[in-house]
């Protein structure tokens, strides 16, 4: 089934209060995988890499899992495109803990993301922890794992977060999670993007 957020598109002005502190994307066409983080963590903004704090182990896990052949430092997070994946954020507003965030902002956020998925056509996108994909899906329990929906084109996967903080899934579990991901992709080993 094909889930398309249907919003309301009005002018919106920038919130003062909002820092000027944003972590681009990293995106480009025809990926396997987008990983979507809940938002980036202020400390990423201002470091400008993804997944930068030294106790998130997003990029520990995708090494482990086997997404890519080597540990991608988050300074070098960019070369994670040359593997066939991308990342986003569900919401942009970069926030010290995710749970500063409104659910009006997951619903504010949700067509341009999928405006962003129709757009670079990723085979996947993967939703990093449950908090983004129930709100913006509206639904109240979701099950980890792959879902029964498509969103801008893409198959949906629930995956744990990787965050320090998320203390319920050892890293053993992360990794056993996210190489369910690599496996139903039919990636069995990391490799340059135009090499699939």
Known sequence: MEISIEAEDPVKERDPKLPMDSLPDLLSEDLDVVFCGINPAMSAAKAGHHFSSRSNRFWR??????????????????????????????????????GELKRHEFHEAAAELERK????RPRYVAFLGK?????????????????????????VWV???????????????????YRELLTASGRTSPGIQGAR
Request: hydrophobic share 45%; glycine share 8%; aromatic share 12%.
């Open 61 to 98: 896990v995708l090494h482990l899992a086997g997404f890519t052949p080597h540990l991608i430092p988050f300074e070098s997070d960019r070369t994670i495109l040359e593997y066939g994946y991308g990342l986003t954020a569900a919401v942009e507003r970069p926030t010290v803990s995710a």
């Open 117 to 120: 998925l129709m757009r670079y």
């Open 131 to 155: 908090p983004a994909f129930a709100a913006i899906f509206r639904q109240p329990k979701v099950q980890w794992g792959e879902q029964m929906i498509r969103f801008g084109g893409a198959e």
């Open 159 to 177: 995956l744990p977060n990787p965050s320090g903080l998320n203390r319920a899934f050892t890293l053993a579990a992360l990794v056993s999670a």
